[in-house]
């Protein structure tokens, strides 16, 4: 079985991508740019499968994560993608992800 800390350090540094990506844009550049969206959706992806991969013990030792919401939106993201709804990847991205980029960083420690 793989490090647990290797795959959430693999989901802090998506979160770090995403963010120093989305840094400079505004909710309307986001939703006007699909190449933008696109890869903000195939990175919130990459988390989730991070995530997703972490045994049930670790996630049982962080209970502050919120591991089923994040696994949740990458099986959206990825089984349902024609009802992808862009408002809510923007809010995930800017509401969520900096959260969640620190209970990360906490469990990773």
Do not use: C
């Not at 963010?19 to 400079?24: F, T, V, Y």
């Not at 939106?73 to 620190?102: C, F, K, S």
């Amino acid at each position: 079985m793989k490090d647990q800390t290797l795959y959430i350090k693999d989901a802090i540094e998506v979160i770090e991508r995403v963010l120093s990506r989305i840094q400079s844009v505004n909710e309307q550049e986001f939703e006007s740019n699909s190449d933008l969206q696109d890869s903000m959706v195939l990175q919130i992806i990459y988390l989730g499968e991070a995530l997703n991969r972490t045994s049930q013990d670790f996630r049982d030792q962080h209970p502050n994560i919120p591991w089923f919401e994040a696994i949740g939106m990458r099986h959206r993201l990825a089984h349902d993608y024609g009802n992808v709804d862009i408002h809510q990847v923007w809010l995930t991205i800017h509401d969520d992800l900096p959260e969640l980029l620190e209970q990360l960083k906490l469990a990773n420690n």
